[in-house]
Nanobody
Framework: QVQLVESGGGLVQAGESLTLSCTASGGIVSINAMGWYRQAPGKEREMVAVVSRHGDTNYADSVKGRFTISREDAKKTIYLQMNSLKVEDTAVYYC??????????????????WGQGTQVTVSS
């Protein structure tokens, strides 16, 4: 059974930093794209940053220059370094991984999996 465990959220003041991490486990053969998304109260979930299996990255305009996404495949872990946090960064942050799983002998499954979410609150 696949599990994605997130950590690193919390309450910080504007201008401070946080690092989120998300570690996957459970029958994983390989990891393709990885990403971070967020959802603020009353808003739709939005992409924050994504990284391909080749290391290509893409960021939302609102976080460019402040956030850095990285991956450590050996640990099946994705990170989001968030600097110069703003009040408007307050949201629940979710990791998303495109995983290839081995279900059994000769049986595989590829799909998107989400973490449970971690709250990031930035106060003024």
């Amino acid at each position: 059974q696949v599990q994605l465990v997130e950590s690193g959220g919390g309450l910080v003041q504007a201008g401070e930093s946080l690092t989120l991490s998300c570690t996957a486990s459970g029958g994983i053969v390989s990891i393709n794209a990885m990403g971070w998304y967020r959802q603020a109260p009353g808003k739709e979930r939005e992409m924050v940053a994504v990284v391909s299996r080749h290391g290509d990255t893409n960021y939302a305009d609102s976080v460019k220059g402040r956030f850095t996404i990285s991956r450590e495949d050996a640990k099946k872990t994705i990170y989001l370094q968030m600097n110069s946090l703003k009040v408007e960064d307050t949201a629940v942050y979710y990791c998303n991984l495109d995983l290839l799983l081995k279900l059994g002998t000769g049986r595989y499954h590829q799909g998107d999996y989400w973490g449970q979410g971690t709250q990031v609150t930035v106060s003024s």
